[in-house]
Structures are given as C-alpha cells and as structure tokens.
Nanobody, 126 residues
C-alpha cells in the first residue's frame, strides 16, 4: 500500500508563489501516473494537473492554471511537485495528490485516482 503526504502549503499574497511536494512511502512512485487536485470549501474536488510516470513525462494542466503552475516529479526521491506562481485568491483550496489507479493517463476524474493524501492548505489573500 502506498501512502502519500503533501506539504508546502501556506498563506501567501496574490501574485506570490508556493511549491507543493507530495512524498510517497510504502511503494515506489515511478510506476504511477500522478495528479494534483484541489478542493475549496463547498465545492467539488477539481483537477489541477497530471504527469506521466517517467521523469520528465508528459503533463496536462487545467485551463485555470496553465501558464502559472508546473507539475514535475523526481522518481529518485519518490516525490511529485506542484510549482505555483502568480497565485490568485481563487486558487485557495486544500491541495491533494493522488495516483492513477484505473482508466487512462490524462484522466481528470477524481474517481480514476487513489492513494489520496490528507492534503495541504493553500490560502491566497487579495
């Protein structure tokens, strides 16, 4: 069983940057396509980005974060990252990482993913 632990969240002003990390334990990350989702209060979990299993693998980002966020991974460190720049108040949410466990790579459906971490809170003030 793989456990995922997110870190790096916090409070930042609009226009600022944060880098989130998702560290895996119990199983190697390198065999999984990985994704970041976010969930704001009262809203459904929303797809943010996904990256294919290999280092430097293909990425897909939600339109709302294209040009501002970057997803990357370091399989040697068993970690996936989300670099967030030019943050906006609407980016405020709990950010979760997860591994693709069913369906095809590139899926934006939360139901395609498992091994969800507890999440890390990102708050962007205006």
């Amino acid at each position: 069983q793989m456990q995922l632990a997110e870190s790096g969240g916090g409070l930042v002003q609009a226009g600022g940057s944060l880098t989130l990390s998702c560290a895996a334990s119990g199983r190697t990350l390198s065999t999984y396509h990985m994704a970041w989702f976010r969930q704001a209060p009262g809203k459904e979990r929303e797809f943010v980005a996904t990256i294919a299993s290999w280092n430097g693998g293909r990425t897909v980002l939600a339109d709302s974060v294209k040009g501002r966020f970057t997803i990357s991974r370091d399989n040697a460190k068993n970690t996936v990252y989300l670099q967030m720049n030019s943050l906006k108040p609407e980016d405020t949410a709990v950010y979760h990482c997860a591994a693709l466990i069913r369906g095809l790579w590139g899926s934006r459906q939360a139901t395609s993913y498992g091994y969800w971490g507890q999440g890390t809170q990102v708050t962007v003030s205006s």
